[in-house]
């Protein structure tokens, strides 16, 4: 068994591998939500927002912690077994990725709806189908980011 790092936060427990690599997320029981406390954020998206698959994955925030240096893989297009994934969460108020965060592999927050999304400078990578078929309020890259290889972004507009 490797050497795991354990963030806790008000989104819940965060535990990475020693390389920074998120393995595993815990929602906080202060941080879950009903799909109907995100109504007035996401309904401009149509009906798809409240999907049967997002049932238990509605929350108020993400904020991932500093020291998280990657999310998923990268190896493929696809997600491979065992890497974590936040598809399909509706997330109403805030994520926060932290500088710290170099990598976001395939497919990780496929499906997902959420609000203001920033990549910080940091970032190098985001993975193929990274946020396919995402609803996200808001994207906003900052001016000084590297480029980007396989972004697939997808709006329900």
Known sequence: ????????????????????????????????????????????????WQHENRKDKAIRKLVIPSGVKQLGSCSSACRKMGDISFEHYVVRDEIVLPDSLKIIGAAVFQRAML?????????????ATSFFHAGISRLIFCSDIKPIYGIYYSSHE
């Open 1 to 48: 068994m490797e050497n795991q790092v354990i963030y806790e936060n008000e989104s819940g427990i965060f535990i990475c591998n020693e390389d920074g690599v998120l393995l595993r997320y815990e929602c906080s029981p202060q941080n879950r939500l009903e799909l109907d406390d995100c109504e007035e954020r996401f309904r401009f998206f149509g009906q798809d």
């Open 115 to 127: 609000p203001e999304v920033k990549f910080s400078s940091s970032l190098s990578v985001i993975g």
